[in-house]
C-alpha cells in the first residue's frame, strides 16, 4: 500500500508590493512550490517567480468588496497540505503583522500540518520609508506604534495611539474621518502633521500630506483608495527636508508616480 506523503505549508510574506523588495528565501520557496495561495496585495511580478505548472489559488479579501472567508482559506491550505503538496501562502506585507498569518498558523497547527514562517518586510516600515517619512528621528520621535484601524470586538485604544510619538495606522481609509475625529478627541493636536500613503511601494503611490485634522479631506479630494496607511507625528514634517527621497520615490521602478497631492497645512 502506498504510503500518504504529507505536504508542508509555508506562510510567507511578499513585502508591500515592490517586487524587488521580496526574500531571498521567498523567492526560491515559490520556485518549488507546488501550490500557491496568494492575497489581493500581491504585486503580479512576485507571482512569476512561482514554478510554471504550480497551481495558483486566489484568495484575497477587500474591505467593502467580495472576500474568501478565513475559515475558507484554513480549508485550502489543510486540503493542498493533505494532498502531499508544498504550500506557499502568500501574503502581502509579513504574515504576522495584521496578516492573519497567526491564524493560520494556528489552524495548520490543530490540523497537525507541518508549517514555517517566512518573514517579509511589513508596509509599515517600508512605505513609509518609500514616501520619505522615517518613523523615528533622535530629534523629533524616539518610538513609533503600530496599529490597525479596523479591531474586531470593540473599537481602539483611541486614548493610548493619541499619546503615540509616531503613529502609523493600518486599514484607516474607508473609515479616516472618525479615526481623526477619535485621535482628536482623545487628545491630539489637530495641528500635528500627517500623511496617508497609497500603495506603498508600488508603481501608482500615491502621498498626502496635512494636519491631522485636515488629513480626511485631503485625502477625499486626492481620492486615495486602500491599501492606504495613515501616519500621525512631527517625523512627517521631515519629508519637506528629504527632496532627494521624494524624487527618487516618484520614479520607482521607472515609472512616474503621482506622488503628492498636498494641501490642509493653513
Same mark, same amino acid.
Given at each position: 500500500?502506498?504510503?500518504?506523503?504529507?505536504?508542508?505549508?509555508?506562510?510567507?510574506?511578499?513585502?508591500?508590493?515592490?517586487?524587488?523588495?521580496?526574500?531571498?528565501?521567498?523567492?526560491?520557496?515559490?520556485?518549488?512550490?507546488?501550490?500557491?495561495?496568494?492575497?489581493?496585495?500581491?504585486?503580479?511580478?512576485?507571482?512569476?517567480?512561482? @514554478?510554471?505548472?504550480?497551481?495558483?489559488?486566489?484568495?484575497?479579501?477587500?474591505?467593502?468588496?467580495?472576500?474568501?472567508?478565513?475559515?475558507?482559506?484554513?480549508?485550502?491550505?489543510?486540503?493542498?497540505?493533505? $494532498?502531499?503538496?508544498?504550500?506557499? @501562502?502568500?501574503?502581502?506585507?509579513?504574515?504576522?503583522?495584521?496578516?492573519?498569518? #497567526?491564524?493560520?498558523?494556528?489552524? $495548520?497547527?490543530? &490540523?497537525?500540518?507541518?508549517?514555517? %514562517? %517566512?518573514?517579509?518586510?511589513? &508596509?509599515?516600515?517600508? &512605505?513609509?520609508?518609500?514616501?520619505?517619512?522615517? %518613523?523615528?528621528?533622535?530629534?523629533?520621535?524616539?518610538?513609533?506604534?503600530?496599529?490597525?484601524?479596523?479591531?474586531?470586538?470593540?473599537?481602539?485604544?483611541?486614548?493610548?495611539? &493619541?499619546?503615540?510619538?509616531?503613529?502609523?495606522?493600518?486599514?484607516?481609509?474607508?473609515?479616516?474621518?472618525?479615526?481623526? @475625529? #477619535?485621535?482628536?478627541?482623545?487628545?491630539?493636536?489637530?495641528?500635528?502633521?500627517?500623511?496617508?500613503?497609497?500603495?506603498?511601494?508600488?508603481?501608482?503611490? @500615491?502621498? %498626502?500630506?496635512?494636519?491631522?485634522?485636515?488629513?480626511?479631506?485631503?485625502?477625499?479630494?486626492?481620492?486615495?483608495?486602500?491599501?492606504?496607511?495613515?501616519?500621525?507625528?512631527?517625523?512627517?514634517?521631515?519629508?519637506?527636508?528629504?527632496?532627494?527621497?521624494?524624487?527618487?520615490?516618484?520614479?520607482?521602478?521607472?515609472?512616474?508616480?503621482?506622488?503628492?497631492?498636498?494641501?490642509?497645512?493653513?
Amino acid at each position: 500500500m502506498r504510503e500518504q506523503v504529507q505536504g508542508r505549508v509555508f506562510l510567507v510574506g511578499a513585502g508591500p508590493g515592490d517586487p524587488e523588495l521580496l526574500t531571498l528565501r521567498a523567492a526560491r520557496l515559490l520556485r518549488e512550490a507546488d501550490t500557491v495561495v496568494h492575497d489581493r496585495l500581491v504585486h503580479p511580478a512576485v507571482l512569476e517567480h512561482a @514554478r510554471p505548472r504550480a497551481r495558483l489559488i486566489y484568495v484575497g479579501k477587500e474591505g467593502g468588496g467580495e472576500s474568501v472567508r478565513q475559515e475558507d482559506i484554513h480549508s485550502v491550505l489543510i486540503t493542498q497540505a493533505l $494532498l502531499g503538496r508544498q504550500v506557499v @501562502r502568500l501574503k502581502g506585507g509579513d504574515p504576522f503583522v495584521f496578516g492573519r498569518g #497567526a491564524e493560520e498558523a494556528l489552524a $495548520l497547527e490543530k &490540523a497537525g500540518i507541518p508549517y514555517e %514562517v %517566512v518573514p517579509g518586510l511589513s &508596509a509599515g516600515i517600508a &512605505a513609509t520609508a518609500s514616501a520619505a517619512i522615517p %518613523v523615528t528621528h533622535r530629534d523629533v520621535s524616539g518610538e513609533v506604534t503600530f496599529a490597525t484601524a479596523h479591531r474586531v470586538g470593540g473599537a481602539p485604544d483611541w486614548d493610548f495611539l &493619541a499619546r503615540a510619538q509616531t503613529l502609523v495606522l493600518f486599514m484607516a481609509g474607508d473609515r479616516l474621518e472618525a479615526t481623526v @475625529r #477619535a485621535l482628536v478627541t482623545a487628545g491630539r493636536a489637530a495641528s500635528t502633521p500627517a500623511a496617508m500613503v497609497e500603495a506603498g511601494t508600488w508603481e501608482h503611490q @500615491r502621498v %498626502v500630506e496635512a494636519t491631522l485634522g485636515n488629513i480626511a479631506l485631503e485625502a477625499r479630494r486626492a481620492a486615495i483608495g486602500s491599501p492606504a496607511l495613515l501616519v500621525v507625528g512631527e517625523v512627517v514634517a521631515l519629508r519637506s527636508r528629504l527632496p532627494s527621497l521624494v524624487a527618487r520615490g516618484s520614479t520607482m521602478n521607472g515609472h512616474p508616480v503621482p506622488l503628492k497631492a498636498e494641501g490642509g497645512h493653513e
